[in-house]
């Protein structure tokens, strides 16, 4: 198993986790309370509207629904049904509720689970889905598959939730920068494959109106180009913009690797500090990172932290993955 198949999803957790107390706070707050740059996993401060009480090290939503996903996937041989996704999702969101976190389902998502709960046809329930969490879970995917049937992949695993074109096409380009990177890819080479993943899975979806995910991860790219980290934090902050719409978050998330490029330690730490969403920011851009990199990369306290503090097994999960990634390449009667 390559290196980056473990380092993809210890990177994801990693960011989220710096991200977790920063998450939702405007970029001045967070240079008020822990500096220019996180610098470390601290715990939920107490009047955070999600996060107080969490322990530092703690993962949040993208985390936990990333593995989720990537157990379903293990499941099932690789294919996902909508059906059981949603099951699961809702059954995830009440552990959440009993554990006493505010961090549940994000509005896309709740919005489809319950409209598959009532019956409605798959290909309807996530038509209006258009925020980031498809592309924040979507990780697993880029490990499991490779090639061109990634993008079917993606929009088979996503639209159930999150159905139009703008969504596809973030999680598109984080699977299949994932992938790249898996395959040996640099973070740089990964972007121009991240664009055209997004234009293809794009006219998959249902359209609205929003921005080319793939055309802005291309600017936002270029937009940070020879910035220092302080510097591009707050261009992204400012430009990019960090919310949950997959047309902010998913540059935002390429253009944090652009700046810390070989460093992923950096890339987590610039992603949790640019405010807005940026637990999930940091755990896409931690994904990429170290898909390409590899999870030596991380600093070993920091991947004992998350493990411990979170009970993850990402070793076995990312190996099970590496499988399906091998299976899938066979020819058929191979």
């Known amino acids: 198993m390559p290196a980056g198949a473990p380092g993809c999803l210890y990177g994801l957790a990693i960011g989220d986790a710096l991200g977790m107390p920063t998450q939702l706070l405007p970029r001045g707050e967070i240079v008020a309370r822990y500096g220019v740059l996180v610098d470390r996993f601290h715990p939920g401060p107490a009047d955070h509207p999600v996060a107080a009480g969490s322990a530092a090290g703690s993962v949040t939503d993208d985390t936990e629904q990333a593995v989720l996903l990537a157990e379903l996937l293990l499941e099932s041989g690789g294919r996902v049904d909508p059906r059981e996704l949603g099951r699961r999702l809702v059954a995830w969101e009440e552990s959440m509720r009993a554990r006493g976190s505010l961090d549940l389902l994000g509005p896309s998502t709740r919005r ?25 879970r979507i990780a697993p995917v880029g490990i499991a598959v490779a090639g061109e049937r ?74 940070v180009a020879g910035l220092d980290p302080a510097d591009a934090a707050e261009t992204i902050h400012t ?24 460093d992923p330690w950096l890339a987590c730490r610039l992603g949790a500090s640019v405010g807005g969403d940026c637990d999930t920011i940091a755990a896409m851009a931690g994904a990429v990172a170290g898909a390409c990199h590899g999870v030596d990369a991380f600093p070993v306290e920091a991947r004992q932290t998350v493990a411990t503090v979170n009970g993850l097994d990402l070793d ?13 390449s066979r020819p058929p009667g191979a």
């Open 112 to 136: 489809a689970v319950a409209a598959l709960a009532r019956g409605v046809d798959p290909a309807v329930a996530g038509r209006d889905g258009t925020t980031n969490g498809a592309a924040m």
């Open 150 to 223: 990634l993008v079917d992949r993606v929009v088979e695993t996503s639209s159930a939730t999150h159905g139009t074109g703008v969504a596809l096409a973030g999680a598109a380009a984080v699977a299949a920068a994932v992938s790249a990177g898996i395959d040996g890819a640099t973070v740089a080479q990964t972007f121009p494959i991240a664009v055209e993943a997004a234009r293809r899975a794009a006219s998959r979806g249902r359209w609205v109106a929003a921005a080319d995910v793939g055309a802005r991860i291309r600017w936002a790219t270029e937009l």
């Open 239 to 262: 430009l990019v913009g960090t919310s949950l719409a997959a047309q902010e978050s998913v540059p935002a998330a390429f253009a944090v690797l652009a700046v810390a490029r070989e």
């Open 316 to 328: 076995d999960l990312a190996a099970g993955l590496w499988d399906l990634r091998c299976a899938n």
